[in-house]
């Protein structure tokens, strides 16, 4: 947000309730990415930082960039790759011609999306508002080592207006068309996939009306599995995973997976709850409101409905509804333009968040 508006930002207690307080180092990565592309002033850019100030210097630029989340600590790192893709994309949208990123550490690492995640649902979503941008995997990164690949093309048409975003109105998913599997097991026995994908075709074969599933050996630094589905509505496609571990046997990692994609099924709204706090931002950015309904209201949605706010871009409302499931509308302010704020010199006023 801070790079889009030109506002300098400060943020202070980063991350106080971890076992790991602080700025980790896909946090860093994400950091100088986003400083990068806007010619930033950072202080407190320093890995396990609990406070940042952020300082844009100018409109996001478009280039081609490399961001290593190994490089932000010694020895590297397996950090996640997507969550700096995450960071960086949006800015990106708003600079002046093709940026291409190179974006290397952890692909499909414990609790942040993986890169089946970010092709098969995020961007989907991004490009039904005119954001287009295109993913590939070059390479698998699993924990512990990481040394994962993720290339990213983004199409920058913001700064003269160019950039036309369309509202999104997502009350329901429709019916389900299919379910997409993608069982995968790097430097590891072709059994391990291969039980993956059978136990998910086991309790998927009567779900989805057209069933996809593919099993694939890959090599990486560090062994690993998992297992990633995509269930394409009418109106929104959705996606589920699980990962593997020493000890976990593969049926139970299918399970977990499928429990994921027959649990929002039942429930009715399109967004499953990761992906309404990721969307959040980009519906505060056009001129038009947008509105949703999410399976369950999660604390990053809170969080990010409030930063939101804070930066005057939008106000935004969630509505808990009996079922647990929750409609948010987003009524971005009529006051800002971002496409004034990014042609537009750094304002001098900030935002504090804690």
Same mark, same amino acid.
């Given at each position: 947000?801070?790079?889009?508006?030109?506002? &300098?930002?400060?943020?202070?207690?980063?991350? /106080? =309730?971890? *076992?790991?307080?602080? @700025? #980790?180092?896909?946090? $860093?990565? +994400?950091?100088?990415?986003?400083?990068?592309?806007?010619?930033?002033?950072?202080?407190?850019?320093?890995?396990?930082?609990?406070?940042?100030?952020?300082?844009?210097?100018?409109?996001?630029?478009?280039?081609?960039?490399?961001?290593?989340? &190994?490089?932000?600590?010694?020895?590297?790192? /397996? =950090?996640? *790759?997507?969550?700096? @893709? #995450?960071?960086?994309? $949006?800015? +990106?949208?708003?600079?002046?011609?093709?940026?291409?990123?190179?974006?290397?550490?952890?692909?499909?690492?414990?609790?942040?999306?993986?890169?089946?995640?970010?092709?098969?649902?995020?961007?989907?979503?991004?490009?039904?508002?005119?954001?287009q941008?295109?993913?590939?995997?070059?390479?698998? =990164?699993?924990?512990?080592?990481?040394?994962?690949?993720?290339?990213?093309?983004?199409e920058?048409?913001?700064?003269?207006?160019?950039?036309?975003?369309?509202?999104?109105?997502?009350?329901?998913?429709?019916?389900?068309?299919?379910?997409?599997?993608?069982?995968?097991?790097?430097?590891?026995?072709?059994?391990?996939?291969?039980r993956?994908?059978?136990?998910?075709?086991?309790?998927?074969?009567?779900?989805?009306?057209?069933?996809?599933?593919?099993?694939?050996?890959?090599?990486?630094?560090?062994?690993?599995?998992?297992?990633?589905?995509?269930?394409?509505?009418?109106?929104?496609?959705?996606?589920?995973?699980?990962?593997?571990?020493?000890?976990?046997?593969?049926?139970?990692?299918?399970?977990?997976?499928?429990?994921?994609?027959?649990?929002?099924?039942?429930?009715g709204?399109?967004?499953?709850?990761?992906?309404?706090?990721?969307?959040?931002?980009?519906?505060?950015?056009?001129?038009?409101?947008?509105s949703?309904?999410?399976?369950?209201?999660?604390?990053?949605?809170?969080?990010?409905?409030?930063v939101?706010?804070?930066?005057?871009?939008?106000?935004?409302?969630?509505?808990?509804?009996?079922?647990?499931?929750?409609?948010v509308?987003?009524?971005?302010?009529?006051?800002?333009?971002?496409?004034?704020?990014?042609?537009?010199?750094?304002?001098?006023?900030?935002?504090?968040?804690?």
């Amino acid at each position: 947000m801070s790079a889009i508006t030109g506002r &300098a930002c400060r943020i202070v207690r980063i991350r /106080a =309730g971890r *076992a790991k307080p602080g @700025l #980790q180092p896909q946090h $860093l990565a +994400a950091v100088r990415a986003a400083a990068t592309l806007c010619n930033a002033d950072v202080h407190g850019g320093e890995l396990g930082s609990d406070a940042l100030r952020f300082r844009p210097n100018g409109a996001p630029r478009a280039g081609e960039y490399v961001f290593d989340v &190994a490089e932000a600590r010694l020895g590297g790192s /397996a =950090g996640a *790759a997507t969550l700096v @893709l #995450q960071t960086a994309a $949006l800015p +990106a949208f708003f600079a002046e011609g093709i940026s291409v990123f190179r974006i290397r550490g952890g692909t499909h690492v414990p609790r942040s999306p993986p890169f089946d995640y970010i092709a098969d649902a995020w961007c989907p979503l991004l490009k039904i508002m005119n954001l287009q941008i295109g993913v590939e995997l070059t390479r698998f =990164g699993f924990y512990p080592a990481g040394g994962g690949e993720i290339v990213a093309r983004i199409e920058g048409r913001g700064r003269d207006g160019g950039l036309q975003l369309r509202p999104v109105t997502l009350i329901e998913k429709g019916a389900l068309r299919s379910v997409k599997v993608r069982a995968v097991g790097a430097n590891l026995p072709d059994h391990v996939p291969r039980r993956m994908a059978e136990r998910a075709r086991t309790l998927l074969q009567d779900v989805a009306p057209r069933l996809e599933i593919r099993e694939e050996l890959a090599s990486a630094r560090s062994a690993g599995a998992g297992i990633f589905l995509c269930a394409a509505y009418d109106q929104v496609s959705c996606a589920f995973s699980a990962l593997g571990a020493r000890g976990k046997p593969s049926e139970v990692v299918a399970e977990e997976a499928v429990a994921q994609l027959l649990r929002h099924r039942s429930c009715g709204a399109p967004l499953e709850s990761h992906l309404a706090d990721q969307i959040l931002l980009q519906l505060a950015l056009p001129n038009v409101p947008s509105s949703f309904t999410t399976e369950d209201v999660t604390s990053h949605l809170q969080t990010n409905a409030w930063v939101i706010e804070q930066f005057g871009l939008a106000r935004i409302a969630v509505e808990t509804r009996g079922d647990g499931t929750a409609v948010v509308k987003v009524n971005p302010s009529t006051r800002f333009s971002v496409g004034r704020a990014v042609a537009g010199c750094v304002r001098g006023d900030g935002v504090t968040s804690s």
